[in-house]
């Protein structure tokens, strides 16, 4: 493994560790940004991987990763929550109002589907 994948990795798993702590807390609006952070990091792991480079937005990143994830098998839900987590960082960072707060037991789903991307992505590389 490259050390640049090997970083995004790293990075990828402290994002996770840190959604974790977020949920344990209750702060439901950064264990749901962190869970998709995680997993947007862990694709730009195979990214760089397969290809040598990154992507430079979160499009870039949705729209590689989802070509790679076809070419190598990945599990094809798994692959689609990618682009779909990112309404979850949208709320935390942008959203007012009452359509600011992800729900508990959403960012709680999240933080599993996002421990199964991370996974999924370390047992391809």
């Known amino acids: 493994m490259t050390p640049e994948a090997s970083a ?10 840190y959604a974790r702590t977020n949920l344990s807390s209750g702060v439901a609006n950064d264990a749901g940004r962190n869970a998709y952070l995680a997993m947007f990091h ?3 792991a195979l990214i760089y991987e397969r290809t040598g480079k990154a992507a430079k ?9 989802n070509r790679i994830a076809k070419a190598e098998s990945f599990d094809r839900e798994l692959g689609r929550s990618l682009p779909r987590m ?3 960082k949208a709320v935390a960072d942008y959203e007012t109002g009452p359509d600011a707060v992800i729900p508990l037991e ?3 789903a999240a933080v599993d589907v996002a ?3 991370v996974a999924s992505v370390v047992a391809l590389l």
């Open 8 to 17: 995004y990795l790293g990075k990828a798993n402290q994002c996770l560790d």
């Open 42 to 44: 862990a694709a730009q």
């Open 57 to 65: 937005t979160h499009q870039g990143v949705h729209t590689e990763f």
């Open 86 to 88: 990112y309404n979850l």
């Open 106 to 108: 959403r960012a709680s």
């Open 115 to 117: 421990s199964r991307f």
